[in-house]
């Protein structure tokens, strides 16, 4: 009965546009009231689902991202790519999905890659005669790799569901399936160039402009080395390397660009502020929805049930992500993680499937429901940017979903392509 009310009242509650977090609240209180339990331990729920000292990481990253972006880096990265590929055949495209990749590195959150250098890029490639639907498009596809490149916020939380896993290993298994996550689409985009006449533009740059521009972007560039540089040698553990990394920041906006102004630090506090309370409220709800999860023992009978059926861990694997790409269609991946790590990570560790390699495949699936409609919120900042249709998007949108499920399979089949290098650093 517990079970029904629960998920019925959170599927309800979805499909008439209830925001997620309020969603799994209400959803939990509805099962706890069915249940006879005292509403006070949703209230300690809500609480202790946040009472994490590696929690602390996840608002200094957004707020070195909005420090960042305030002190003009996704200009400077922009730059710094249409260098190597905007010269080319449908350079512009090109310089889109290395710019996000690079600011990945800094922000650590997909949306926030969507609203910064990408509504920029949107607005860019329009302007230069890109179909405004496939500039939405890549640029919303592109935007999945910010929380599968370290830093990582989602991997964070991950950490905290799972305990056989670490952050730093989670930072090193991303950076090769983000990588080919943006191959994929570099490859999209050559293809659709030369299919539609994208052009390039101006003349391949001279080598003193190539170390005038590399000179200038070293200082953005540096602080996913600093980061996963110092948490690897011991310098700092992730949460400290989080208000490093805040500094480092202002300091080069600030002191080294010079973009960044005093007065513009009330703003980039309030968006952070705004962002680091809605992801807090969404971890909140989700610790209280999983809590009743587990008092009914929801994870042991599915784990039974799934023993039951003697899976091998690769048709496991398989039925995961099938549930997970329909899950993500209606969830975004933090609460996605929340509720259903809790229960899927122990079923994948009693079949011997590496826990490292299970995490990847989960992060970068959830994260795919970031374009899938109708909750992908990368759509909707994407399209408003564009002043695009979503049908329209859409269009341009399938092929590269369907590129990017085909490097998700990849990823599940190969496992090396996750844990090969948090092995070779000696951190798996």
């Keep these: 009965m517990i079970t029904a009310t629960l998920f019925g009242a959170l599927v309800l509650l979805l499909a008439l546009g209830v925001p997620v977090a309020f969603a799994i609240g209400m959803a939990t209180l509805a099962a706890m009231l069915a249940q006879g339990l005292p509403v006070v331990s949703l209230v300690q729920k809500l609480f202790t689902g946040i009472d994490s000292f590696p929690l602390m990481a996840m608002p200094f990253f957004l707020l070195a991202a909005e420090l960042m972006t305030g002190g003009a880096l996704a200009h400077v990265l922009l730059r710094f790519a249409a260098m190597f590929v905007g010269h080319r055949r449908g350079g512009l495209g090109h310089t889109n999905v290395l710019t996000i990749t690079f600011f990945s590195g800094i922000s650590g959150s997909a949306l926030a890659d969507a609203a910064g250098p990408g509504a920029l890029l949107i607005r860019m490639m329009r302007d230069s005669g890109y179909p405004p639907a496939y500039a939405a498009a890549l640029t919303a596809s592109a935007s999945i790799v910010g929380p599968i490149i370290p830093p990582s916020i989602i991997m964070i939380i991950y950490a905290l569901q799972a305990q056989r896993v670490s952050v730093l290993a989670l930072f090193w298994a991303g950076v090769v399936p983000g990588l080919m996550l943006s191959a994929a689409l570099l490859a999209w985009n050559a293809w659709a160039s030369r299919r539609r006449d994208f052009r390039g533009a101006g003349g391949p740059p001279t080598p003193r402009d190539m170390l005038v521009t590399t000179w200038r972007a070293l200082p953005a560039l540096f602080l996913p080395v600093l980061i996963v540089g110092g948490i690897h040698g011991g310098a700092f553990t992730p949460t400290e390397a989080s208000v490093v990394a805040v500094f480092y920041a202002l300091l080069v906006g600030r002191f080294v660009y010079g973009t960044l102004a005093w007065d513009m ?73 929340m509720v259903l790590v809790p229960i899927l990570a122990p079923m994948a560790a009693a079949l011997g499937i590496d826990p490292v390699h299970f995490a990847i495949v989960v992060i970068v699936n959830l994260t795919l429901g970031l374009v899938t409609p109708p909750v992908g919120g990368l759509l909707f900042i994407t399209a408003m940017v564009a002043k695009v249709p979503m049908s329209a998007l859409s269009r341009e949108l399938l092929p590269m979903l369907a590129l990017q499920i085909a490097v998700l399979l990849l990823i599940t089949l190969i496992p090396e392509l996750s844990t090969f290098l948090p092995q070779l650093v000696g951190r798996h």
Excluded at 305 to 331: C, E, H, Q, T, Y
Aim: glycine share 6%.
């Design 265 to 337: 630090l009330p703003g980039i506090l309030a968006r952070s502020a705004l962002m680091t309370a809605a992801v807090l409220l969404i971890v909140a709800m989700s610790a209280a929805f999983a809590w009743v999860l587990t008092f009914v023992q929801v994870p042991q009978a599915m784990a039974a049930w799934i023993g039951a059926l003697d899976l091998s861990p690769v048709a496991f694997l398989i039925g995961v992500n099938i549930l997970l790409l329909l899950f993500g269609i209606f969830i975004e991946p933090l609460p996605g993680v």
